[in-house]
């Protein structure tokens, strides 16, 4: 035996002993142990070509879908309803995939559409961390006990703030139509769990915030 081809054969076995016994790489494991066997039993290196066939193709999908299939447990677990499209969408069209190519071109394409998913999704999110600033400034001037004197000034500073709402209101939607064209600024949104975990405030005083965006509105 060459020493080439026995390097070869090594090289196989480590390869499928990466995945032996690794419950997160099932389907990878599969095909890397038909290459290390379809390998193993080659007297010639010549001989591997004809064995191979498409396995080291099917390695690629199964590699897909098993990093996949961890992708879509952790954002389910999570609870990330809208992070985890990519994986199901992918999943799903591995089904019908036999090239490293077609594996390549689904999981960019699918995994650009969701960035712009996502940035959708959590746009929503600046309801909490620019807007309701604005918020409690309309609530501090409007409330102010101060002289009359100066009650035209705090009334000035509220219009200041409702405009401001209203203008990133406009702002957001006109940039997030550029990729959603049917794409539509809902606050209410972050009392959705996988918003509202992240929001460092009681869901009580979220929905009292709610209600004052929509009178500003």
Not at 39 to 58: D, I, R, T, V
Not at 85 to 99: D, F, V, Y
Not at 106 to 130: G, H, T, W
Not at 131 to 156: C, F, G, L, T
Request: charged share 30%; net charge negative; glycine share 2%.
């Amino acid at each position: 035996m060459s020493d080439l081809l026995t390097q070869y054969k090594e090289y196989y076995k480590v390869r499928k002993e990466r995945y032996e016994d690794n419950p997160n790489y099932p389907n990878t494991y599969q095909t890397e142990n038909a290459m290390y066997e379809a390998m193993n039993s080659c007297a010639e290196l010549g001989e591997f070509k004809e064995k191979l066939g498409n396995l080291n193709e099917q390695n690629a999908v199964n590699l897909t879908i098993d990093e996949y299939t961890m992708r879509k447990k952790y954002f389910d677990e999570l609870g990330e309803p809208v992070r985890v499209l990519a994986a199901n969408r992918i999943l799903e069209k591995c089904k019908s995939l036999s090239t490293t190519q077609e594996v390549i071109t689904v999981a960019q394409e699918e995994e650009n559409k969701n960035s712009i998913e996502i940035s959708m999704d959590e746009s929503v999110r600046y309801f909490i961390s620019d807007e309701w600033k604005y918020m409690d400034d309309i609530e501090i001037y409007s409330n102010a006990e101060v002289p009359s004197s100066y009650k035209s000034s705090m009334q000035r500073r509220v219009e200041t703030a409702v405009n401001r709402i209203k203008e990133s209101k406009n702002h957001l939607e006109k940039n997030n139509r550029d990729w959603d064209p049917n794409w539509s600024y809902h606050p209410e949104e972050n009392l959705n769990p996988h918003h509202f975990r992240l929001v460092p405030y009681s869901k009580q005083h979220l929905e009292e915030k709610l209600e004052q965006y929509k009178r500003i509105i």
